[in-house]
Nanobody
Framework: QVQLVESGGGSVQAGGSLRLSCVTS?????ISWFRQAPGKEREVVAY????????VYADSAKGRFTISQDNVKNTVYLQMDSLKPEDTAIYYC??????????????????WGQGTQVTVSS
């Protein structure tokens, strides 16, 4: 059984930075960060393959966000720089234990953390 625990959310002004952490337990094939703003659908932000470290980013995250993993600490990070008010959302990490399904659809992820709030003020 995979368990995910996020931390690191908070409030920041536009242009600032935050680093989110997702501590994992159990085997994972890949982990992604998603976010969901009020009244909007959950959307993927970034993806990392747990075995080879390959990453993929949503267009909204390219050039500003960096996903990484520390296999010793069993932690996946999302470094978010140059934050914008439109980045305000609850951020979730999600994991797959098998290499099936696309990287961006929430329905293909079996395991989810509890979420952490990120608020960016203008």
């Amino acid at each position: 059984q995979v368990q995910l625990v996020e931390s690191g959310g908070g409030s920041v002004q536009a242009g600032g930075s935050l680093r989110l952490s997702c501590v994992t337990s159990g085997y994972t094939y890949s982990i992604s960060w998603f976010r969901q703003a009020p009244g909007k659908e959950r959307e993927v932000v970034a993806y990392i393959n747990s075995r080879n470290g390959n990453t993929v980013y949503a267009d909204s995250a390219k050039g500003r966000f960096t996903i990484s993993q520390d296999n010793v600490k069993n932690t996946v990070y999302l470094q978010m720089d140059s934050l914008k008010p439109e980045d305000t959302a609850i951020y979730y990490c999600a994991a797959k234990a098998r290499p099936y399904g696309g990287w961006s659809s929430p329905s293909t992820y079996a395991y989810w953390g509890q979420g952490t709030q990120v608020t960016v003020s203008s």
